[in-house]
T-cell receptor, first 114, second 114 residues
Framework: EAGVVQSPRYKIIEKKQPVAFWCNPI?????LYWYRQNLGQGPELLIR????????DSQLPKDRFSAERLKGVDSTLKIQPAELGDSAVYLC????????????FGPGTRLTVT | AQKITQTQPGMFVQEKEAVTLDCTYD???????LFWYKQPSSGEMIFLIY??????QNATEGRYSLNFQKARKSANLVISASQLGDSAMYFC???????????FGAGTTVTVRA
């Protein structure tokens, strides 16, 4: 069974530039999560989708961050414009809500903003 | 207030020995779940073990066991017979009530010595 796929793995951009991250969850998983992990810290939830619906986006900085999950499968997280403080690892996870609480994580995208 | 506290930033353990990683949590919800994840240098978060607040027995998964002390609000991870491949960052996390959002601790780095 394929795991959660994320791309790109690494991204270096200059501040004020836009950037986008892509995530493909495990097949059949109805819930998708985006987390941000700052250096030396645990991940923090940015947004959670159940199918196409964003059910928890309270921690998403909506002035510059946006996300979408079209057709309830793949998801894209965008930052526009990026700031120096956005440098972090962006992790995508998926789970099958109603069956298990376990979340399966992808390898993450390491973003560096210069 | 911090929901998850991991007080050990780093630990060294000799190969084949056991190691205990501390985790304390804070919640007023009677229904909650505790997770441990491993994050090697590759970046992917790997699920290790889960304990529900109503589970009567401590969870075990192979060489991993969770020492759940509800009254003390602690959920320590025990890794038995450490292997070199166990060297990684370990995160304790919690979900509360019916929420699927995970709150993570700051993590503990484990280094296994040959």
């Amino acid at each position: 069974e394929a795991g959660v796929v994320q791309s790109p793995r690494y991204k270096i951009i200059e501040k004020k530039q836009p950037v986008a991250f892509w995530c493909n969850p495990i097949s059949g998983h109805n819930t998708l999560y985006w987390y941000r992990q700052n250096l030396g810290q645990g991940p923090e939830l940015l947004i959670r989708y159940e199918n196409e619906e964003a059910v928890d986006d309270s921690q998403l900085p909506k002035d510059r961050f946006s996300a979408e999950r079209l057709k309830g499968v793949d998801s894209t997280l965008k930052i526009q414009p990026a700031e120096l403080g956005d440098s972090a690892v962006y992790l995508c996870a998926s789970s099958f809500v109603g069956v298990s609480y376990e979340q399966y994580f992808g390898p993450g995208t390491r973003l560096t903003v210069t | 207030a911090q929901k998850i506290t991991q007080t050990q930033p780093g630990m060294f353990v000799q190969e084949k020995e056991a190691v205990t990683l501390d985790c304390t949590y804070d919640t007023s919800d009677p229904s909650y779940g505790l997770f441990w994840y491993k994050q090697p240098s590759s970046g992917e978060m790997i699920f290790l073990i889960y304990q529900g607040s109503y589970d009567q027995q401590n969870a075990t998964e192979g060489r991993y066991s969770l020492n759940f002390q509800k009254a003390r609000k602690s959920a320590n991870l025990v890794i038995s017979a450490s292997q070199l491949g166990d060297s990684a960052m370990y995160f304790c996390a919690m979900r509360e009530g019916g929420d699927y959002k995970l709150s993570f601790g700051a993590g503990t780095t484990v280094t296994v010595r040959a």
